[in-house]
């Protein structure tokens, strides 16, 4: 069998995709643009609006307390609180956001603290408002404070050695390397994306180099020049197995990229103190790719034949559109925590990819997993593409009105 | 040459069932002949060409295409075919002269010989204005020089033409008609269909009426005149279709 037709076919469509916008856009605008605006951008405007409230004072309302004045005059001493008389539409207050927090202390207060009794405060707040949670943290600080502060005095006044109040000190130390930290946290969510963007950026060329041909009318004249329709079929397979990695490879980038500025943006940033650095080994990175690479082909193949099928460009977006929550059901539950690799979710086709990445990604490497994963991939990717050369054969298929 | 010979093409539809679009039809095509196959929408021309062109496989019958055999060397038929539609469109994103080297590289033709090839054909249909500019940016009389100048790269022996001139303008059409009849002045067998009384008149050697998939009458125009004692060739057609029915 002659390659040089497959060849020159595969050129062709390398030209004509690279001059179509909508192929270009998923190709490499999204992959690389993705992930900084996702990550950079996300992560700073969520630092600025965390540092806006960082920095304001938190307007708060002290409801009672008129016979505890030792303690509201240390409400108002504590930093970056600006406390406020108390009213009786403090709810109101609250939910409209003029005030952020209230607290409310109950008649004898102080004098229940003078006597060793427990008492309590009541703190009233917004639940998930950013400015609410950062006032009740200050008041929750002042409340330790004062708290731990009562408990030594009553030690001291006790001559009771300070000791007592904590007999047991807990430490912990990080033994995990920096790669499974990081591989644990993101690992996940990389498999995932990889996974999702190898099918979609196959897509876009699958959808133009089956059913687009068919829509303009292009079939009928490549069918009659002499090129076998396995050739045709395998050049065109090839320009969508090239776009769907170049959509990987373009998004490892993007993402390395992505992680390399949110760490320059931490060190700007020193009050956020230190950042978790990207920690990936490039076996890890290799080996990833490695397991994706049938996994292209798979997509590839069954993108083009469900394509091929389609009379109109129209029709094979409905019929490729909803194929996406087919790759991202696995792939998120690939994500859930809990989740482990065994024999039979080996043979899932893209669940097993997404599994064994995540390991991959926190640097474990389970040999017969990945054996078995590679190869049940391949049979999967063989399997889609023969499908895709028979059904070129089919004139029901390329003719279908 | 081309020899048809029985050539048969049945289609299952869901609704109509089977739907016999070609019935048996043989014919014979000489070098330096124009063979024209009339017949009113549905007949099943296109369909008896895109098997001759293999296109489709035929479901019985077989065809001889310059001396190649449609069944079993459908490949090497190709390479000896040039087939023309008003279906075969172009690629729009690539220009005149990229649209016309791929098709002479699947051709086989290496590059020397193509450069040289396009070179000529382009000269010879005043392309060369227009070679580097991108195919949806073409008028249609244009469009439709590089679809001839495509069927012309490899030079073939046999020429089909399915319908070249429907929907195109009076002048585009005339420039396919006169390409026709440079295809036989240059000892090509060509072979074409159409539904247009005085396209037949004008360009055939020989006139197949074909209806509901068969080849009711064939022959020179004169000789289709003498039998059916009629001048005009519309009521040849019509006479031969309405005997049918």
Same mark, same amino acid.
């Given at each position: 069998m002659s390659l040089r037709n497959v060849g020159i076919v595969y050129r062709k469509e390398l030209t004509d995709s690279l001059r179509d916008r909508r192929t270009l856009i998923s190709m490499i605008l999204v992959p690389l643009l993705l992930f900084p605006v996702l990550m950079v951008g996300l992560s700073y405007i969520a630092g600025e609006v965390i540092g806006e409230a960082r920095r304001q004072p938190s307007r708060v309302m002290v409801l009672g307390g008129e016979d505890s004045p030792g303690v509201l005059a240390a409400l108002r001493q504590a930093p970056k609180l600006s406390v406020l008389p108390g009213r009786p539409d403090y709810v109101d207050q609250i939910s409209e956001k003029r005030i952020r927090a209230a607290v409310e202390i109950p008649p004898g207060f102080e004098a229940a603290l003078e006597q060793g009794n427990q008492t309590a405060v009541k703190i009233y707040m917004y639940e998930g408002d950013l400015k609410s949670q950062v006032g009740i943290e200050r008041l929750q600080k002042f409340f330790r404070d004062l708290s731990d502060r009562t408990v030594r005095e009553h030690f001291a006044a006790r001559h009771l050695p300070e000791g007592l109040l904590k007999p047991i000190n807990i430490a912990q130390e990080n033994v995990a390397s920096p790669e499974k930290v990081w591989g644990a946290l993101f690992g996940g969510m990389i498999s995932y994306m990889v996974i999702l963007l190898s099918m979609t950026g196959a897509m876009y060329p699958a959808m133009d180099l089956a059913a687009g041909e068919k829509e303009r009318g292009t079939i009928e004249t490549i069918l009659c020049s002499p090129v076998s329709r396995t050739h045709l079929v395998l050049g065109k397979f090839l320009m969508v197995m090239t776009a769907s990695l170049a959509t990987v490879a373009l998004s490892a980038i993007s993402l390395g990229g992505s992680f390399y500025g949110l760490g320059r943006l931490a060190v700007m940033q020193a009050d956020k103190g230190p950042s978790l650095q990207m920690a990936i080994s490039l076996k890890s990175i290799a080996a990833v790719l490695t397991l994706v690479l049938p996994l292209a082909v798979f997509f590839s193949s069954a993108l083009l034949a469900i394509s091929l099928f389609a009379k109109s460009y129209r029709e094979a977006q409905s019929y490729l559109t909803p194929l996406t929550f087919v790759v991202i059901i696995p792939a998120v539950v690939a994500m859930l925590p809990g989740t482990e690799l065994n024999a039979k979710l080996a043979l899932v086709p893209i669940l097993n990819t997404a599994l064994v990445s995540k390991e991959i990604m926190t640097g474990t490497y389970h040999w017969k997993y990945i054996a078995m994963i590679f190869a049940s991939s391949c049979v999967y990717a063989a399997a889609a593409l023969f499908i895709a050369v028979k059904l070129f054969q089919r004139e029901e298929v390329l003719f279908r009105a | 040459m081309i020899e048809a010979q029985s050539l048969t093409k049945v289609f299952q539809d869901k609704?109509?069932?089977?739907?016999?679009? $070609?019935?048996g039809v043989s014919f014979r095509c000489q070098p330096g002949q124009i063979y024209g196959l009339l017949g009113a929408n549905g007949a099943g021309k296109t369909t008896a060409l895109r098997i001759l062109a293999t296109i489709l496989e035929p479901t019985n019958g077989t065809a001889k295409v310059a001396g190649y055999d449609? $069944?079993?060397e459908p490949e090497k038929v190709r390479a000896n075919v040039g087939f023309l539609s008003t279906a075969t469109a172009l690629y729009g994103r690539l220009s005149a002269q990229e649209f016309v080297e791929y098709f002479g590289r699947l051709h086989g033709l290496e590059e020397a010989e193509l450069h040289r090839r396009i070179d000529q054909i382009f000269e010879r249909l005043d392309m060369n204005e227009f070679r580097d500019r991108r195919c949806d940016k073409l008028s249609t009389g244009m469009k439709q020089k590089v679809s001839i100048a495509r069927t012309l790269v490899h030079d073939p022996q046999v020429m089909i033409f399915d319908e070249p001139t429907v929907g195109l303008d009076v002048m585009t059409a005339r420039t396919i008609v006169q390409f026709i009849r440079e295809c036989r002045e240059h000892g090509k067998t060509v072979i074409f269909s159409t539904h247009v009384m005085s396209e037949a008149e004008k360009l055939c050697d020989t006139i197949g009426i074909i209806h509901g998939g068969r080849i009711l009458a064939e022959g020179t125009l004169a000789e289709l005149r003498q039998r059916y004692r009629q001048e005009d060739l519309e009521e040849i057609f019509v006479h031969v279709v309405g005997d049918a029915q």
């Amino acid at each position: 069998m002659s390659l040089r037709n497959v060849g020159i076919v595969y050129r062709k469509e390398l030209t004509d995709s690279l001059r179509d916008r909508r192929t270009l856009i998923s190709m490499i605008l999204v992959p690389l643009l993705l992930f900084p605006v996702l990550m950079v951008g996300l992560s700073y405007i969520a630092g600025e609006v965390i540092g806006e409230a960082r920095r304001q004072p938190s307007r708060v309302m002290v409801l009672g307390g008129e016979d505890s004045p030792g303690v509201l005059a240390a409400l108002r001493q504590a930093p970056k609180l600006s406390v406020l008389p108390g009213r009786p539409d403090y709810v109101d207050q609250i939910s409209e956001k003029r005030i952020r927090a209230a607290v409310e202390i109950p008649p004898g207060f102080e004098a229940a603290l003078e006597q060793g009794n427990q008492t309590a405060v009541k703190i009233y707040m917004y639940e998930g408002d950013l400015k609410s949670q950062v006032g009740i943290e200050r008041l929750q600080k002042f409340f330790r404070d004062l708290s731990d502060r009562t408990v030594r005095e009553h030690f001291a006044a006790r001559h009771l050695p300070e000791g007592l109040l904590k007999p047991i000190n807990i430490a912990q130390e990080n033994v995990a390397s920096p790669e499974k930290v990081w591989g644990a946290l993101f690992g996940g969510m990389i498999s995932y994306m990889v996974i999702l963007l190898s099918m979609t950026g196959a897509m876009y060329p699958a959808m133009d180099l089956a059913a687009g041909e068919k829509e303009r009318g292009t079939i009928e004249t490549i069918l009659c020049s002499p090129v076998s329709r396995t050739h045709l079929v395998l050049g065109k397979f090839l320009m969508v197995m090239t776009a769907s990695l170049a959509t990987v490879a373009l998004s490892a980038i993007s993402l390395g990229g992505s992680f390399y500025g949110l760490g320059r943006l931490a060190v700007m940033q020193a009050d956020k103190g230190p950042s978790l650095q990207m920690a990936i080994s490039l076996k890890s990175i290799a080996a990833v790719l490695t397991l994706v690479l049938p996994l292209a082909v798979f997509f590839s193949s069954a993108l083009l034949a469900i394509s091929l099928f389609a009379k109109s460009y129209r029709e094979a977006q409905s019929y490729l559109t909803p194929l996406t929550f087919v790759v991202i059901i696995p792939a998120v539950v690939a994500m859930l925590p809990g989740t482990e690799l065994n024999a039979k979710l080996a043979l899932v086709p893209i669940l097993n990819t997404a599994l064994v990445s995540k390991e991959i990604m926190t640097g474990t490497y389970h040999w017969k997993y990945i054996a078995m994963i590679f190869a049940s991939s391949c049979v999967y990717a063989a399997a889609a593409l023969f499908i895709a050369v028979k059904l070129f054969q089919r004139e029901e298929v390329l003719f279908r009105a | 040459m081309i020899e048809a010979q029985s050539l048969t093409k049945v289609f299952q539809d869901k609704k109509r069932g089977e739907i016999r679009a $070609v019935d048996g039809v043989s014919f014979r095509c000489q070098p330096g002949q124009i063979y024209g196959l009339l017949g009113a929408n549905g007949a099943g021309k296109t369909t008896a060409l895109r098997i001759l062109a293999t296109i489709l496989e035929p479901t019985n019958g077989t065809a001889k295409v310059a001396g190649y055999d449609i $069944v079993t060397e459908p490949e090497k038929v190709r390479a000896n075919v040039g087939f023309l539609s008003t279906a075969t469109a172009l690629y729009g994103r690539l220009s005149a002269q990229e649209f016309v080297e791929y098709f002479g590289r699947l051709h086989g033709l290496e590059e020397a010989e193509l450069h040289r090839r396009i070179d000529q054909i382009f000269e010879r249909l005043d392309m060369n204005e227009f070679r580097d500019r991108r195919c949806d940016k073409l008028s249609t009389g244009m469009k439709q020089k590089v679809s001839i100048a495509r069927t012309l790269v490899h030079d073939p022996q046999v020429m089909i033409f399915d319908e070249p001139t429907v929907g195109l303008d009076v002048m585009t059409a005339r420039t396919i008609v006169q390409f026709i009849r440079e295809c036989r002045e240059h000892g090509k067998t060509v072979i074409f269909s159409t539904h247009v009384m005085s396209e037949a008149e004008k360009l055939c050697d020989t006139i197949g009426i074909i209806h509901g998939g068969r080849i009711l009458a064939e022959g020179t125009l004169a000789e289709l005149r003498q039998r059916y004692r009629q001048e005009d060739l519309e009521e040849i057609f019509v006479h031969v279709v309405g005997d049918a029915q």
